[in-house]
């Protein structure tokens, strides 16, 4: 089926609701995406038809309840080409997922006088665990430098710093900020021939094109569900199942465990012995679907779509005099994800922001959990962003260059 932006929009009923009057312009989709109508009736049919506990009910209900949510691993191992369920755990996000990797394999495996390498262009929920996990162990944190341009990781750097041989190597596949797509299969290979152990934040490419973990060739891989049209609260983590066995449970109680006595206990099988307590059961369902319809629209489609968006989008915006354009050039745009972030010459982020609220553009403005990359790198203490999603339209763009021209009249900017 050919893509039909008008259709899927009809689907998101909130993209057909008013923000102050005006129709509502989404572009914090990097933050967070709408919901489709889909994804919101598995939710509430899950609590109106079936909702029970998973896993230890006798009866109908849950037995239908565990069903729905194993099912919902099946369809986000098939998404990103794991080998099983077995891979899948869930989390609450993507931040959990590294935080779960950092507490249950770094403590296992990271020593004092070890070396983790991440890379400047880090969300801090790929940061701050590995900074605890090397304060715990006495280990080094290093970072892979970006190149000149301030878009890629400089791959000399890179190659120098996996020589002083890392345990860990934990990069984003996509920039949250630039935009900018990593190789991850080449990044992971040369990663695994110095000997590290690899974990990709998945947060800003799975929901954009399609992830094949096993291409890759990674160890871990990290997502989250709100990003992706599910709800949020839940979160993915792929891992390699040799990996996985060897590894300590992260959180200890209920389901993930097979047996418990007085003073010791043991482990439940993948990947139950990673999920401690009730579930978020109605989080996997919602998931489920959201897969389900992304895989209906095509994830090469939806890519499509977004390359034709962001170049409409760096075109327009590019045209605009005193705006300042961070992350791969028009020229580079097959390695640019569907984030634009900017800043207008002599106007705070925030203040941009706020004018474009007044206009019904929601976008985002601060540093994105990106404090070393914005302020040590950008040299900025702040950015606006605009991201985008299989539901933009190149009118929401107009609309975000008509707005920039609102904040340029009502704080008297010279044209
Ligand atoms: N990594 C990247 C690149 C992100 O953009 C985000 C969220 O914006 C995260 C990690 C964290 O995601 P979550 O807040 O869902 O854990």
Redesign the pocket.
Known sequence: MAFDVEAIRKDFPILSTKSDGKRLVYLDS???SQKPRQVIDAISGYYKEYNANIHRGLYDISRRATEAYTNSKDLVARFVNAESYRNIVYT???????NLVARAWGDANVKKGDRILISQM?????VVPWQQLAKRKGAILDYADLDESKSFIDMNDLKEKLGRGPTIVAF?H???VLGSINDAGKITEMAHKAGATVLI?G??STPHFKVDVRGIGCDFY?F?G??MLGP?GI?VLYGREDIMENMPPFLGGGDMIRSVDFQESTWNELPWKFEAGTSNIEGGIGLGTAVEYLNGVGMGEIREHEVKIVKYALERLGAVEGVVLYGPDINNIDRRGGVISFNIKGVHPHDVATIFDSEGVAIRAGH???MPLVNKILNEPSVARMSFYLYTTEEDVDRAVAAIDKVRTVLRIKK
Do not use: F, L, V
Request: include cysteine; charged fraction near 15%; proline fraction near 0%.
């Open positions: 990097a933050s967070t609450r996000n993507t931040t959990e997922s590294i880090e969300h801090h929920s790929n984003t996509a920039s949250n934040d947060a800003q990290a989250s709100h990003k949020a979160g994105h959990c990106a």
